[in-house]
């Protein structure tokens, strides 16, 4: 079973003001951080989803073994960028994990878990939950997330298949720890400065 992922990089950031998915973390970009993070869990495929504008962000990433694809919407939601994703994807690919590039403190062991638990249920929406709090990244069957084109959004595709949800205690704080104020930015340097 083949577990692909798409990394969601053409977020807007109007709460941030700058371009989060390019802030430094230590010595690279968040988006880097991200992909390092996936490539070391073995997620063999990935796909960066940029904004119409996210050139920058593309040439972040070109060094990496990644697919870039751009979604050209103007507001850059969330569901349009997963649309996006899908139609660069190989066909052998299972299941499906939509990471987010705000989430750079994600732990490749916790991805390689989500990625375990989907040999062994490979129907569930999994979704890792730290302290009672659902993050990120969620892993969704390939047939499941096929169907967000008939859906306005991923919550409302995933509460058409609630009984396929698997809520997975993890450790990793990092799954609830985004970047959408700069005080968030500044815990995570924080962090990445501290060698997390």
């Known amino acids: 079973m083949q577990v692909s992922a798409l990394l969601l990089a053409a977020g807007n950031s109007r709460r ?105 249920e490979p129907d569930a929406i999994i979704i890792p939950v730290h302290d009672g709090a659902k993050g990120h990244p969620t892993l969704f069957p390939r047939a499941v997330i096929a169907e967000i084109g008939s859906h306005p959004n991923l919550r409302e595709l995933i509460a058409r298949h609630r009984e396929k949800v698997r809520l997975v205690p993890v450790a990793d704080e990092g799954v609830v720890m985004d970047m959408d104020v700069w005080d968030d930015y500044l815990v995570m340097a924080e962090r990445f400065g501290a060698g997390m």
Not at 34 to 58: K, M, N, W
Not at 62 to 80: F, I, L, Q, R, S
Request: charged share 20%; hydrophobic share 50%.
């Open 16 to 120: 941030m003001g700058v371009c989060k998915q390019l802030l430094q973390l230590a010595d690279r970009p968040a988006v880097a951080h991200c992909i390092e993070t996936l490539v070391a869990a073995g997620i063999g495929e990935v796909v960066v989803v940029v904004g119409s504008r996210g050139d920058a962000v593309a040439a972040a990433v070109a060094g990496y073994p990644v697919t870039v694809a751009v979604n050209v919407g103007e507001e850059c939601e969330m569901a349009d960028s997963v649309r996006t994703g899908l139609a660069h994807l190989s066909g052998g690919t299972s299941a499906v994990l939509v990471a987010l590039a705000d989430h750079p403190l994600v732990r490749p062991d916790t991805v390689r878990s989500l990625a375990k638990l989907h040999r062994e």
